[in-house]
């Protein structure tokens, strides 16, 4: 199944299931509103059985981030093998983990305008985990059991921000710099342990290729271990790190500049797609 948020012409928002080419409409504002209701997935099946539930062709939807409001949104970083190779880190033993607001997200075809506020800006292609349930201190089978699905991000990273100290959290929560999307596809549909193909490009040039077997800590490696300390509920996202082909890891390092389009795309899924603003003049 997949989920999208389509964002109606007066601005307002509904949740969507694809069927036959076409998205047919619940009457709940966000996937986030709808999958934190026990019956979603019946809502979801009706809406496509209801001749008269509204509809769109895939082509005249607007997509919106499909989870405006994630209770949580918990990240991981250092969790690909080829992105610690080319910071020269060791693996880690458990995971590396910070957090992002609610408002840090963004459409997954918005313009992001970053202005003079960041020099250094870099590109972070990630699949992010869709909580399905309620979990806490989960083991790794209840874990996998509680997710719901899987949708594309992009961890937009103020690197000359993150570099001010050892704590990465004042590169990485700038707000409407998160691309998430375009849809959710639940974890029936897809499996990430088997393997999708990552990517991301910059005006047409691929700058991270790799697949996501070769994640260190999986999907339900990193719900059971956030579960141990904090309460993940439905809706909630879990970003699963980057692959190697950042910026940072570059020689010579290479920055998003004004005007470049960046398309991140994970097999299975689909892409976000995002024009950058940047002045060349220095922020604070």
């Not at 250094?120 to 996998?144: C, H, M």
């Not at 998430?180 to 596809?185: F, L, N, R, S």
């Not at 890891?249 to 892409?271: C, F, M, N, Y």
């Amino acid at each position: 199944m997949r989920l999208a948020t389509i964002r109606q012409p007066d601005g307002t928002t509904r949740a969507a299931v694809e069927y036959n080419e076409q998205w047919f409409q619940l009457d709940v504002a966000s996937v986030s509103d709808l999958v934190t209701l026990p019956t979603w997935r019946a809502l979801a099946s009706a809406a496509i059985n209801d001749s008269t539930a509204p509809r769109l062709r895939l082509s005249d939807a607007t997509l919106a981030t499909p989870l405006p409001s994630p209770r949580k949104i918990v990240c991981c970083g250092l969790n690909y093998h080829d992105h610690i190779a080319e910071t020269g880190r060791d693996v880690p033993e458990y995971p590396t983990l910070f957090a992002k607001f609610g408002d840090t997200l963004t459409d997954p075809y918005a313009e992001i305008n970053v202005g003079a506020d960041s020099q250094k800006v870099d590109w972070e292609a990630e699949l992010a985990v869709v909580i399905g349930s309620s979990l806490r201190r989960a083991t790794k089978a209840e874990a996998e059991a509680g997710i719901l699905g899987y949708t594309v991000a992009n961890d937009v990273s103020y690197r000359d921000w993150q570099a001010r100290t050892l704590q990465w959290f004042q590169g990485k929560a700038w707000d409407a710099t998160t691309p998430v999307g375009p849809v959710i596809v639940t974890a029936d549909e897809i499996s990430p342990k088997q393997g999708l193909a990552v990517t991301t490009s910059i005006d047409g040039e691929v700058v991270q290729s790799s697949n996501t077997r070769e994640l260190v800590f999986d999907a339900a490696d990193l719900v059971a271990y956030v579960s141990q300390f904090t309460q993940l509920s439905p809706g909630d996202l879990i970003l699963t790190g980057t692959p190697g082909g950042v910026g940072l890891g570059r020689s010579p390092q290479r920055w998003l500049r004004d005007g470049e389009v960046l398309t991140t795309t994970i097999e299975g899924i689909g892409s976000l797609r995002n024009q950058f603003r940047i002045s060349t003049t220095e922020g604070y």
